[in-house]
């Protein structure tokens, strides 16, 4: 049966848990930095006062200019120490998370392509990341700081005047937090309407400069660049609206911080008029807000924000849904901490290795088994493999044909443990198929385009080790049939590939892939479908090749047309996510005519 996700960690609180004393710790240090501030325009009031009156001593006014000079400094430290405290602790908590997304989209590589578009996991990587980093720097901090200046605030002037802390704690209250409701709730659809607008935009974008030389070819570029710019002029006009709607936010704010301001100089003046205090202190009462009040508006802009993180955390949720239990068990640290999930997982992926390694001594390590195999992608979905059993022994070679969405790709990830069955099971000589990672020691996948990484040719046919020496890779290339080519290039082995192996050509790039396979030795070899956009030539003769040095391994091979059907144990056609034909080439030829007439239609020369 299928694993549930059982990760259970969210992507906020777990991490702000763990890290809570040290985001507590900057807090803190953010509201005394606040504090500071504070104190100095309070002192500097005073002082400014006093001097004003031409006392008869520098003494008069000693004390005020040694704490205007004690809180100037005080501020730039506890400012340092707290961006020190909490940056620390959000670039370890980043750090920590990008392991864990790593772990997460890693087990599901082999459905990469069809769960994520390029842009989505670039943003899931850099943007959403970054962003959950400011939900603690931006949002997190500043309004635990503003609340602890809030409540420390109202209760210095509680111990003054009751019903004016009173007052203010309403007046505070709006700033901190009526206000920047009022304005997230209004701003919201348009939030919605400029990031659907981005996101098309860009998606548009995405498949134009993938598809610019059709675009080129078929003459519409203007049109495209047309639709682009429109759709990016309606995008900056939603942006724009939010920018005024945000500008008369914080214009609006501004005029209550003045008017606030305004409130304490008059109540200041009123206890100087009681003479309940002197009237040097008047102008520390004015000035203290100013640094206080505005610590409430910055926390009040950062709530507005808080859109922009719920859509990170959705999508950083979205992307742990069917990851498997092995991997999503795991904790996120360092490599300590993987080999700690490697244990907690249960041993699970150590024990299919040591039963395959059984296996190959046994002779029988590509033996595959599936038994009446089901899956579905959602309860209330068609089934998209129903009732599939097969059995392979080792060396044996079955060809899965159908047309798009018959199952074939589905099937294929059920065999590899990228998906785990609803019923049924899939074993590899009879030990079960699990996801995070046990494929690796059973699988070798030719697919139709083999990713080749910007190094050197020996350094992508060592993909899967590592450690193979020169001669073991010149060995597999001579196998393949580019020894010749790669001795004849300008540095040999050590010649670089290009971007996505640009250097070679379709053919030679599957034939590279091909040797990393060799070099690889696994018991099972997966052809997804290699020969698709070759011409008929290369072929026939990379086709030649396959069938050749992977004599004795065994081979499954998706495919949508029957050339070389005559090299396979057993060809299966597969319809709605079912069996409708199987036998080998011969008895289909023989028993199903409809088999015979695709034969034919694929070779037009018979």
């Known amino acids: 049966m299928r694993a549930t996700d059982n990760s259970g960690q969210g992507w906020f609180i777990f991490y702000l848990r763990q890290y809570f004393w040290a985001f507590l710790a900057a807090a803190l240090l953010g509201a005394l930095a606040i504090g500071c501030a504070g104190a100095l325009l309070f002192t500097s009031g005073h002082l400014i006062t006093r001097s004003a009156l031409k006392p008869e001593n520098i003494l008069m006014v000693y004390v005020p200019i040694v704490l205007v000079r004690t809180f100037g400094f005080s501020k730039a430290v506890i400012q340092y120490l707290e961006r020190l405290v ?20 890693e087990p599901q590589a082999l459905m990469i392509r069809s769960k994520f578009r390029t842009g989505d996991l670039l943003g899931l990587l850099a943007e959403d990341i970054e962003q959950l980093q400011n939900i603690y720097l931006k ?5 635990i700081s503003a609340l602890l200046i809030y409540a420390l605030g109202i209760s210095a002037l509680g111990w003054m005047d009751g019903t004016f802390a009173l007052m203010m704690a309403l007046y505070c209250g709006f700033l901190l937090f009526i206000a920047p409701a009022i304005s997230l709730w209004t701003s919201l659809a348009k939030r919605r309407t400029f990031k659907q607008e981005r996101s098309t935009a860009y998606q548009e974008l995405t498949d134009a400069l993938f598809g610019m030389s059709d675009l080129m070819l078929s003459g519409r570029t203007g049109h495209f660049l047309a639709s682009f710019t429109q759709r990016q002029n309606k995008a900056a006009v939603v942006e724009n609206s939010l920018r005024r709607g945000e500008w008369r936010s914080h214009w609006i704010a501004q005029c209550v911080v003045g008017g606030g301001i305004v409130m304490m100089t008059v109540w200041a003046g009123g206890l100087v008029a009681e003479n309940r205090i002197e009237a040097t202190w008047l102008a520390s009462f004015a000035l203290v807000a100013f640094p206080l009040l505005d610590a409430f508006v910055r926390a009040g802009e950062a709530v507005v924000h808080a859109p922009e993180y719920q859509d990170s955390l959705r999508r950083l949720k979205d992307s742990e849904k069917h990851t498997p239990t092995t991997a999503a068990s795991t904790p996120f640290s360092t490599s300590a901490s993987v080999h700690t999930g490697r244990q907690a997982a249960g041993g699970i992926v150590d024990k299919i290795e040591a039963e395959h390694v059984t296996a190959q001594r046994s002779g029988n390590a590509g033996e595959l088994l ?3 195999v089901s899956y579905r992608y959602a309860a209330t979905q068609e089934w998209s493999v129903r009732d599939i ?12 044909l159908g047309r798009s969405g018959a199952g ?42 083999p990713y080749l990484f910007d190094t050197t040719v020996a350094n992508n046919i060592r ?76 072929e026939h003769e990379l086709m030649q090749t396959m069938f050749r040095v992977l004599e004795g391994k065994t081979l499954i091979w998706i495919t949508h047309h029957l050339t070389g059907m005559e090299h396979m144990d057993e060809v299966i056609f597969m319809e709605q996510g079912g069996i409708s034909m ?25």
């Open 86 to 105: 909490g940056h620390d602790a959000a670039l370890r908590l980043v750090s920590r998370m990008r392991v864990r997304l790593y772990r997460a989209v």
């Open 139 to 143: 949002l997190v901090l500043p309004a």
């Open 370 to 372: 599936l038994n009446n």
């Open 389 to 400: 059993s097969l059995r392979v022994p080792q060396g044996g070679k079955v060809a899965l």
């Open 408 to 449: 074939k790709s589905t099937l294929l990830n059920l065999i590899q443990g990228a998906l785990q069955p609803d019923e049924g099971s899939v074993t590899v000589a009879g030990a079960p198929v699990y996801t995070g990672g046990a494929y690796s020691s059973l699988f070798a996948v030719l697919n139709q385009q």
């Open 463 to 538: 993909l899967a080790r590592p450690d193979a020496t020169l001669e073991e890779v010149r060995a597999v290339t001579e196998q393949v049939g580019l020894g010749t080519l790669i001795d004849s290039l300008p540095d040999g082995y050590d010649t670089r590939m290009q971007e996505t192996g640009l250097r070679f050509s379709g053919g030679e790039r599957q034939r590279i892939a091909l040797a990393r396979i060799l070099l690889q030795n696994h018991p099972i070899v997966l052809l997804d479908e290699p020969t698709v956009g070759l011409d008929p030539l290369t």
């Open 582 to 606: 199987r036998g080998s080439h011969e008895q289909l030829w023989q028993e199903q005519p409809r088999y015979r007439n695709l034969y034919e239609l694929d070779h037009p020369g018979l």
